[in-house]
Nanobody
Framework: QVQLVESGGGLVQPGGSLRLSCAAS????????MRWYRQGPGKQRELVAG???????NYADSVKGRFTISRDNSKNTVYLQMNSLKPEDTAVYYC?????????WGQGTQVTVSS
């Protein structure tokens, strides 16, 4: 069982930045991949970014060049640095971990981009 706790969400003005953190209950080195998803008001949950055990990354087209996913194995934490935020980035952001055939979700953290 993997427990994930997200933090770092909040209210930010358009053009601002936030850094989300996802702390895992154990070593993230054993996880095959970790991802960030988001679900905006009235929208389906969508993949934002992912990072593999080997630190390969992938991003949704809508966030490329603005968001960066990274990992710190020593802290069992994955980060999502979000720059140049737009109102359409408003959503609940969820951390997701993959281990073998199992997947684990965090509880989510709210990000609101508004002036």
């Amino acid at each position: 069982q993997v427990q994930l706790v997200e933090s770092g969400g909040g209210l930010v003005q358009p053009g601002g930045s936030l850094r989300l953190s996802c702390a895992a209950s154990g070593s993230i080195f054993v996880l095959d991949a970790m991802r960030w998803y988001r679900q905006g008001p009235g929208k389906q949950r969508e993949l934002v970014a992912g990072i593999t055990r080997g630190s390969s990354t992938n991003y949704a087209d809508s966030v490329k060049g603005r968001f960066t996913i990274s990992r710190d194995n020593s802290k069992n934490t994955v980060y999502l640095q979000m720059n140049s935020l737009k109102p359409e980035d408003t959503a609940v952001y969820y951390c997701y971990a993959v281990r073998s055939t199992a997947g684990y979700w965090g509880q989510g953290t709210q990000v609101t981009v508004s002036s």
